[in-house]
């Protein structure tokens, strides 16, 4: 089970060893869904799943589905000494730590007046734009200040490539953003700037 006293290294190991059953889970998701509402045309069907490990963590299962594609996306969530945070999980091993504080900002920001975790990680899995993130700004060999947008507004974090591993610190809104786009850019990064001092701790 994850706890707010595990390093990174101790996450990724426990999340390594769930991660065949839950390849293995999913693809049972994906195929009764394909089943059950084999889309037609521009038809594009979500749904999400809860699963609760036998290392007794939480996860969440996004499943799109299309005529011709399915598209997933899943996260891990818990609590740690300040609030609750997640880790989404990518395919090459990649892990991105959110932090309680981005899910707060998100929460605030967006007016969503969100109560229960399950319905701010539902929420946060339909509006993050997955992989489409840009550097804005270089902070040593290998890691940078990034930014996805998405069209809720802007999610702020800092990607070590070394240790693959991404924190994201903050969200921030379009309507927060003035301006042209180069003064945009400054914005982010000044915005990011704060977060850097703690950039790879598992906390915030």
Known sequence: MLVPSMTLQEIRREINLEKPIIFRKVQFLIHDFMRAKRPHG?????????YVSKYKNKWIFRIGISRHQAEL???????????????????????????????????????????????????????????NGKRIETIEPGVYKM????????????????????????????DMLKGEQHETADYLRKEIAKYVPNAFKMNG
């Open 73 to 131: 996306s899943y996260l891990v969530y818990y609590y740690n000494d300040i609030g609750l945070v997640g880790i989404l999980v990518f395919d090459d091993d990649e892990l991105m730590y959110l932090t309680s504080h981005l899910f707060k900002r998100f929460n605030e920001r967006l007016r969503l007046n969100l109560n229960t975790p399950r319905e701010i990680m539902v929420k946060f899995l339909d509006e993050f734009p997955g992989f």
């Open 147 to 174: 930014f996805y947008g998405s069209t809720a507004g802007y999610f702020l974090g800092i990607n070590n490539m070394n240790l693959k591993f991404i924190k994201m610190n903050t969200f921030i809104t379009h």
């Open 42 to 50: 521009k038809d594009v069907f979500v749904r999400h799943y809860d």
